[in-house]
């Protein structure tokens, strides 16, 4: 049974044009403790089917449900990272993971021992004062996680989050995120247009096809983790 379920699903962008169509027909399943990842060519929609998850986006067509319940718009149960960074510049680092639970009305004690424990777990206890915009691009997207996992979801999903940082500074960000993703057991939905990327860090990739997108195969990956 899947903790994150989408049938049937098909969204159309409304452009100058008339309607787009981007996903036709996908379903996928992403059961509780899994890492799932999306992949497939630029521009067949795996942003558009995540932020469906992430209920940002409605779909045309078909339901998107988390734990059987239909998706009506952003919750605390889904946690989003983003490519770009996306931080409050004008927040430091601490700040930056703690906004979530602020929004919830959390208490400032409470917010900051939740955000000094996995702020911990991610390696970055000793920036926890520092402006984003004194810290390289790995550890922006560190925080940019640490901040998705803040109000304690169920799945984090992430969009391409490491596309834009060099192979090095990549190969360390996977394996944090395996780290986290197995301390906090939490499932994972993962966008990637790298196949390698997809396949050290998964327990089941999707493949799109290309525009519109559909899902067209189901692997799991039989490689046992490092
Ligand atoms: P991917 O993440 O696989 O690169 P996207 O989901 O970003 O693909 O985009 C799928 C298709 O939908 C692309 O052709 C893209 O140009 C189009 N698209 C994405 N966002 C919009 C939008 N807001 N309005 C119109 N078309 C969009
Ligand atoms: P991705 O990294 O997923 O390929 P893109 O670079 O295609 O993302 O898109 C970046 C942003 O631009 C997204 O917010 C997307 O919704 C928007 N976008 C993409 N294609 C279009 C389009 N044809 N019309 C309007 N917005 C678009």
């Known amino acids: 049974k899947g903790l994150i379920e989408v049938s049937d699903f098909c969204l159309s962008y409304e452009t100058l044009d008339g309607a787009m169509s981007a996903v036709e027909d996908a379903d996928l399943l992403v059961r509780p403790g899994e890492f799932v990842?999306?992949?497939?060519?630029s521009g067949c929609g795996k942003s558009t089917l995540l932020n469906a998850v992430a209920g940002f986006l409605k779909p045309t067509r078909g339901t998107v449900t988390v734990d059987g319940e239909a998706v009506k718009g952003p919750g605390a149960d889904r946690g989003m990272v983003f490519q770009q960074y996306s931080l409050f510049p004008w927040k430091t680092v601490r700040e930056n993971v703690e906004f979530g639970l602020k929004m919830r009305g959390v208490s400032a004690d409470e917010r900051k021992r939740s955000a000094r424990t996995l702020l911990?777990?991610?390696g970055l206890s000793q920036f926890e004062d520092q402006y984003p915009d004194r810290l390289s691009g790995g550890m922006k997207q560190r925080v940019g996680i640490v901040r998705a996992l803040a109000t304690g979801p169920r799945v984090l999903l992430l969009d391409e989050p490491f596309?834009?940082?060099?192979a090095q500074t990549r190969q360390i960000m996977q394996q944090i995120l395996t780290n986290l993703w197995e301390r906090l057991e939490i499932s994972v939905l993962f966008v990637t247009h790298d196949i390698d990327e997809a396949i050290f860090l998964s327990d089941r990739i999707y493949v799109m096809t290309a525009r519109p997108g559909s899902i067209k195969a189901e692997v799991t990956v039989p490689l046992p983790r490092p």
Do not use: K, W, Y
């Not at 990842?37 to 060519?41: A, K, Q, R, T, V």
């Open 37 to 41: 990842s999306i992949i497939g060519p």
């Open 120 to 122: 911990g777990l991610a």
């Open 163 to 166: 596309g834009a940082l060099d």
